[in-house]
């Protein structure tokens, strides 16, 4: 039974990250409201291990209650694989494998929840809708905002 993905690229100490996890609880209603719907929702952290931020993954999911996984992409394989370049940045792949969207959580790109919500457009929201009902997903690219992803610096470049 394939299943929908979700990926968020994240950096606790990032304060965009912050804003979505802590400030609102943007991230943990998106992937409690799919859940039941097929959808799979996972937080990558491609921060190199000599960042100050590495290493708060876990302190972070228990302060901020976060029922899915976090990964460890240390080294950065997984976030140069996808092109992730911001924490967050976010990519939906469907039940077949396909990327449906890459970009940003929303249309709101400071780092305090929005005065009023109700201007602010989810993309991600927006696009795992249009996906469950079989439809094309109308904005399946934004740029993503946030803190760069804090990458292992490459050897040899």
């Known amino acids: 039974d394939e299943q929908i993905v979700v990926l968020e690229w994240w950096n606790p100490g990032c304060p ?6 802590e400030k609102s609880t943007t991230m943990k209603d998106l992937a409690a409201k799919f859940a039941d719907k097929g959808v799979v929702w996972m937080a990558i952290n491609s921060t190199n291990p000599g960042h100050k931020d590495f290493g708060a993954d876990k302190d972070a999911v228990k302060k901020w209650n976060v029922a899915y996984p976090v990964l460890t992409d240390a080294d950065g394989t997984v976030g140069h694989m996808y092109g992730a370049r911001t924490t967050p940045h976010m990519f939906i792949i469907d039940a077949t494998g396909v ?18 919500p109700s201007k602010v457009t989810n993309y991600v929201d927006q696009a795992l809708t249009q996906i469950l009902a079989g439809e094309t ?20 470049s």
């Open 16 to 21: 965009f990250v912050v804003k979505h996890h």
């Open 99 to 116: 990327l449906r969207y890459a970009g940003a959580i929303d249309s709101d790109r400071g780092t305090q929840p929005a005065a009023d």
């Open 137 to 156: 997903v109308t904005v399946p690219e934004t740029e993503s905002y946030g803190c760069s992803v804090k990458y292992a610096s490459k050897k040899g």
